[in-house]
């Protein structure tokens, strides 16, 4: 069990709420950021948790800081902009982003907290709602050594697996590297899956055969109750934020010089379907949309 440390997060979302809930459970005092955005927090105001009107009041005092918000510009935004995280970090706290970013900006940021006397780590997530709440997540480590011996203790208070990926930004990296992989399968699946709906085949028989060979994996498992009965719960990720996951890892692809022609070809699909105005659906919806008939046109 971690030594219980003063907490500031900013994020309550789906993700952060589970974050949120089981550092209370292992005994860390929390205060958090009161944002639109966050999910119910009654259960963590009766925890003990205290709520904040700005980032500086999350950060000051605060021994670590957790960042669980949309994205790049979010980041920023909450450490740099007036009454930001910087202006109330105390010498040698902990920050560390759960968000998915870009890594370059990653890396900026690092040298900006530790220029305020900060510490920073990117430790992004992989996982759902469901194994956030349950204290399972798991979460992909970029920061020196040192740092991540110090904080593992208490990351393995809401995470099931770790993995130091090296030094700051290759956590981020590493997590665009998962996510192009993930949500580009998820694409292929969903135009195979709105493809069979087309053709005439059953279900049952479609999830049979991929499962049974090269379609078998996580993916499939978390599309596999929309295909057989339309529910999306299985995969609570939005196409909103789909096309922003594919966009960062193209946007770092190109900082790379990699190749990207098939990343290309998958956010042009995520962009169509979000134009469309199809952004706050469910990626298990994807195959509804490709429907015959239903398909934004390019």
Do not use: W
């Not at 589970?18 to 119910?40: K, T």
């Not at 003990?48 to 000051?60: D, L, S, Y």
């Not at 010089?257 to 659906?281: D, M, P, Q, T």
């Amino acid at each position: 069990m971690s030594t219980p440390r003063t907490i500031g997060m900013i994020g309550i979302g789906l993700m952060g709420h589970g974050i949120a809930a089981n550092l209370l459970r292992h005994g860390h005092s929390l205060r958090f950021l009161e944002h639109p955005g966050n999910q119910p927090v009654d259960d963590l105001l009766a925890a003990g948790a205290t709520p904040m009107a700005t980032p500086r009041e999350v950060a000051r005092g605060a021994e670590v800081v957790i960042l669980c918000v949309t994205g790049t510009p979010q980041v920023e935004s909450v450490l740099f902009e007036s009454d930001g995280v910087l202006e109330g970090l105390d010498e040698g706290t902990v920050v560390i982003d759960c968000s998915t970013a870009i890594p370059r900006s990653t890396e900026a940021v690092a040298e900006r907290v530790a220029a305020a006397g900060g510490r920073f780590m990117d430790a992004a997530m992989t996982r759902t709602p469901k194994e956030a709440a349950e204290g399972r997540l798991n979460l992909i480590v970029g920061a020196p050594e040192a740092l991540f011996d110090e904080v593992r203790p208490l990351l393995e208070d809401f995470a099931e697996n770790i993995t130091h990926g090296g030094p700051v930004g290759s956590g981020h990296t590493l997590k665009l590297l998962h996510n192009y992989v993930s949500l580009g399968f998820s694409a292929v699946l969903a135009e195979a899956a709105a493809a069979a709906r087309a053709g005439g085949i059953d279900a049952a028989a479609l999830l049979e055969v991929l499962g049974n060979g090269g379609g078998a994996g996580v993916v499939l498992e978390r599309l596999r109750p929309f295909i057989s009965a339309e529910d999306a719960s299985g995969f609570r990720f939005s196409l909103a934020n789909t096309f922003k996951d594919i966009g960062y890892y193209n946007a770092m692809a190109a900082d790379l010089g990699a190749e990207r022609e098939v990343a290309g070809a998958i956010e042009s699909l995520y962009r169509r379907i979000n134009e469309a105005g199809h952004g706050e659906r469910l990626v298990p919806e994807l195959i509804t949309l490709l429907a015959p008939g239903n398909s934004p046109q390019s």
